[in-house]
């Protein structure tokens, strides 16, 4: 005579639903996903974080990267509290990345104020680009409109460096 099912009670269902999910987190920190000890790591890091491509964000979808960021912060830190990484999905962590990539190029690391557009390094290219063509390779210039030119250059390049300085920094402008 066959065996009659088991029969599981809610609570055992439960568990058992919660121990399937527990197995699917993957254990996630951001600081492993470039080796910042080596040069070439800092470079892919400042790279997928100044990418031209980041300038087109909107001001919402940098601001809906900064929430998914504060939550990932806050989770790593009760993680670390407790001694332990950071658990979760696999689109979680490609929404974390997303977002670290977003808001790392258009908001301020010390201030957490978004930076404004032309001062983005993101934008740097979009912007600086045509003030060195038309230095390079405009006909008949004159001293002053040389002179015009790369005082219009150097503004931009100083609050690009404004924009992007360390306010944490205890040395005064």
């Not at 929430?67 to 990484?85: D, H, I, P, S």
């Not at 680009?129 to 004159?142: A, H």
């Not at 002053?144 to 205890?170: K, L, P």
């Amino acid at each position: 005579m066959p065996k009659p099912p088991v029969i599981k009670t809610r609570a055992q269902l439960k568990i058992e639903q919660e121990e399937k999910e527990q197995a699917e987190l993957i254990p996630f920190s951001l600081k492993d996903e470039f080796d910042l000890g080596t040069y070439s790591g800092r470079f892919y890091q400042q790279l997928s974080r100044n990418n031209p491509r980041n300038f087109f964000y909107t001001n919402k979808e940098i601001a809906d990267a900064q929430v998914v960021m504060f939550k990932y912060k806050t989770r790593e830190e009760v993680a670390n509290n407790l001694g332990q990484k950071v658990r979760m999905k696999a689109e979680e962590i490609e929404l974390v990345k997303r977002a670290d990539k977003i808001t790392g190029g258009a908001v301020h690391p010390d201030t957490q104020e978004l930076i404004p557009i032309y001062m983005r390094l993101s934008g740097f290219v979009v912007f600086n680009t045509p003030l060195v063509l038309i230095t390079l390779f405009t006909r008949n210039q004159t001293p002053i409109f040389n002179a015009g030119m790369q005082w219009i250059n150097q503004t931009y390049n100083a609050a690009m460096n404004y924009g992007n300085r360390n306010v944490s920094s205890t040395l005064s402008t």
